[in-house]
Structures are given as structure tokens and as C-alpha cells.
């Protein structure tokens, strides 16, 4: 059956049995064995509000890198909702770029991180730019693991050149606006923070750190 046919109802009904039973696989079952991504994305830009969420769980779970613009569009939709989802479901596409053993790199890395093997992390990364310099969350990546061992110019590099591949990426922006907040540099800390605003309004703790800054430069005026 032809993609570009069906309606948005069916998907809002896979949605919302989706929201009243969390069975992700089933979700992702349906989603798969009717829709196309490119259906999808011109859901996201055309449907109702509930249309607009189910749209972009759904690229959030079967989409790659290719749908980073749709949901970085979506990241500033009105509806809080689809921010919401958007949010959480781009990082997901951020480490679904390249070939299926550079994804796997990517997640070794991710996983290096989390665990605080950040020597480790840096080290793999390494190789990882050097044959795919154009994995944006490689970079990141690197620039968190340089940033919790106190190498805080590597980082903003590192952050920097993310933000360089993949404009959307406002945790990038937000790691940049630490470093500079750790090398006691405020006016370059509350510029990359409000950066990180402008790509993804709902980081209220970014927010929190706007106002506290300008607050701030306010006084030293």
C-alpha cells in the first residue's frame, strides 16, 4: 500500500494505544508496516497537534540522522507536547549516522562516558573523527569526556565543531556555555547558553542559568 495514502488517524490511533499500553515494540511494528519517513516528516508539518506527537515518536523510533532537520524544527513547535518528544527522540537520530560499525563506535564511546571511562572514551572517539569527521555526536561526545577531565578549550573545540555539523545540537551549545562558565568567562557562557535556548526552549535549567547570568552582568554594570 501506498504510504503517501493513509491518513493521519490511523498512526494518531497507533499513538494513542501506544500512550495507554507503553508497548514500544508494537508501536514501532505498526508504525513500520505503514508509514515511510517521508510521510512522517510532512505529518510533522502538517498535522494537528496529536498528529504532530505521533509523527515524530514515530521518526523518533524508526528515523536516522536524515530527519535531524524535522526534529530540530519540532524542538520550537507551539505545542509543548511535540517539543517534549522532539527533545528527547533527536538525541536518538544523533547516534544513528553512518555505517552500522561507526554506529556501534558511537555507542561504545556513549557508553565509555556514562560509565566515567572518559580516558577511554577520548581515546576511541579519537579514532572515530579521524575516519568519520562528519559524526557530529563523535565530536560531543569527546568534547563531555575532555569537559569532566578539566580540559575545558579541548571541549568548547570539540562542542564547537558539533555544533558546526548539526545546528540542532543544543547539548552541544549547553556544554559549550559550562566549559566557559568554569574559565570564569560570563558574557561567552550566557551567549552559548542562550543559544542552546534558542535550538531547545524546554532546557529549563539552561534557562535558570540565563537569568542567573544576566542577572549578574547586570550587577558588574
Known amino acids: 500500500m501506498d504510504a503517501n495514502r493513509l491518513r ?5 490511533g497507533y499513538y494513542q494505544r501506544y500512550l495507554s499500553h ?3 515494540s508494537k508501536f514501532i511494528n505498526q508504525v513500520n508496516s505503514r508509514y515511510a519517513c517521508g510521510t512522517l516528516e ?16 514515530a521518526i523518533s523510533c524508526i528515523g536516522d540522522y536524515a530527519s535531524n532537520a ?37 555507542q561504545i564511546v ?10 577511554e572514551a577520548i581515546q576511541l572517539a579519537d579514532e572515530l573523527i579521524q575516519e568519520s569527521p562528519w559524526i557530529a555526536e563523535a565530536w560531543c561526545q569527546r568534547g563531555m569526556a575532555h569537559y569532566h577531565r ?7 573545540r570539540d562542542c564547537h565543531q558539533a ?16 566549559c566557559y562558565l568554569l574559565q570564569d568567562n560570563p558574557v561567552a557562557a550566557l551567549e552559548a547558553f542562550r ?11 539552561v534557562r535558570a542559568q540565563v537569568v542567573r547570568l544576566q542577572r549578574s552582568l547586570k550587577k558588574r554594570d
Open 8 to 12: 493521519s488517524p490511523l498512526l494518531v
Open 163 to 178: 555544533l558546526e555539523i548539526n545546528p540542532y545540537h543544543f547539548t552541544a551549545a549547553a556544554g559549550m556555555g559550562q
Open 110 to 119: 556513549v557508553r565509555l562516558n556514562e560509565s566515567k571511562r572518559y580516558e
Open 42 to 57: 510532512r505529518l510533522v508539518a502538517m498535522g494537528d497537534y496529536i498528529t504532530r506527537r505521533a509523527a515524530v515518536l
Open 22 to 24: 507503553q508497548d514500544s
Open 150 to 156: 578539566g580540559n575545558y578549550e579541548a571541549a568548547i
Open 195 to 205: 543559544r542552546a535556548l534558542r535550538l531547545n526552549p524546554g532546557m529549563e535549567e
Open 70 to 106: 524535522v526534529l530540530g524544527r519540532a524542538l520550537i513547535d507551539r505545542d509543548r507536547g511535540v517539543r517534549s518528544i522532539a527533545a528527547n527522540g533527536i538525541r536518538e537520530l544523533w547516534c544513528r549516522v553512518g555505517s552500522r560499525q561507526q554506529r556501534q563506535m558511537l
